[in-house]
T-cell receptor, first 109, second 117 residues
C-alpha cells in the first residue's frame, strides 16, 4: 500500500530551528508538497519538490531525497505564528495525491 | 487574492437528513475537489470535477454525491447523513496543469465542520 509518515506532534522554542520529517512509500513519484494549516483555517501551499536537493524560501526550506523516500521541512528563526500543522503530500505515478496525517508544531516562548 | 469560499463553517445535522455543502471559487479554475479531514488521517479525496457537469469518484465516494452546474461552484451532497460522516470537509481548486488536476498548488477553502447526531 501507499504510506506517508510524519511525526504527530513536535515542540520547539521561539527563535530556534525545527526540522519536520516526512517519509513515503508510494507507487511512483511525481513530486512532494508541503502545506501549512493553522487551526481552524485552510491549508496553504508552502513548497513543491520534484528533484533531489534543498529549496529555500525565506525562513522555510524543503529537502527531498527520492532514493531514500524522504523529505523534510526546515523552519528557521521560529515565530509564534509558525504554530500550525504541516502536511506532507506525495504525487504518485498516477498523479494521485497521497497525504500524510500532518505534524502539529507547537512553538513555546 | 485567490479565494475559495465554503458556505457553512459549522453545521449540526441529524442522522438521515440531507446535507448540502457549497463551495465557490473566484479564480476561474477548472478543477475542484472535496476532501474530508479526520484526526490522525491524511486528507481523503471524496470527489473531484475537472469541468462543468463532469465528476470523478475519489477514494471514499460512498454516501456522497456532487454537483457542478457552474464552473465556479461545486456542491457536496450527503443524501442521508450518518454519524460516521461527522468530519471536517475541505473544498479545493486548481487551474489546469500538464500533469493532471492534482499536479499543481491546491487552493483550499476554510472548511465546513459537520456534526451528525
Amino acid at each position: 500500500g501507499q504510506n506517508i509518515d510524519q511525526p504527530t506532534e513536535m515542540t520547539a522554542t521561539e527563535g530556534a530551528i525545527v526540522q519536520i520529517n516526512c517519509t513515503y512509500q508510494t507507487s511512483g513519484f511525481n513530486g512532494l508538497f508541503w502545506y501549512q494549516q493553522h487551526a481552524g483555517e485552510a491549508p496553504t501551499f508552502l513548497s513543491y519538490n520534484v528533484l533531489d536537493g534543498l529549496e529555500e524560501k525565506g525562513r522555510f526550506s524543503s529537502f527531498l531525497s527520492r532514493s531514500k523516500g524522504y523529505s523534510y521541512l526546515l523552519l528557521k528563526e521560529l515565530q509564534m505564528k509558525d504554530s500550525a500543522s504541516y502536511l506532507c503530500a506525495v504525487l504518485d505515478s498516477n498523479y494521485q495525491l497521497i497525504w500524510g496525517a500532518g505534524t502539529k508544531l507547537i512553538i513555546k516562548p | 487574492d485567490v479565494k475559495v469560499t465554503q458556505s457553512s463553517r459549522y453545521l449540526v445535522k441529524r442522522t438521515g437528513e440531507k446535507v448540502f455543502l457549497e463551495c465557490v471559487q473566484d479564480m476561474d479554475h477548472e478543477n475542484m475537489f472535496w476532501y474530508r479531514q479526520d484526526p490522525g488521517l491524511g486528507l481523503r479525496l471524496i470527489y473531484f470535477s475537472y469541468d462543468v457537469k463532469m465528476k470523478e469518484k475519489g477514494d471514499i465516494p460512498e454516501g456522497y454525491s456532487v454537483s457542478r452546474e457552474k464552473k465556479e461552484r461545486f456542491s457536496l451532497i450527503l443524501e442521508s447523513a450518518s454519524t460516521n460522516q461527522t468530519s471536517m470537509y475541505l473544498c479545493a481548486s486548481t487551474p489546469p496543469t500538464s500533469g493532471g488536476p492534482l499536479s499543481g498548488e491546491l487552493f483550499f477553502g476554510e472548511g465546513s465542520r459537520l456534526t451528525v447526531l
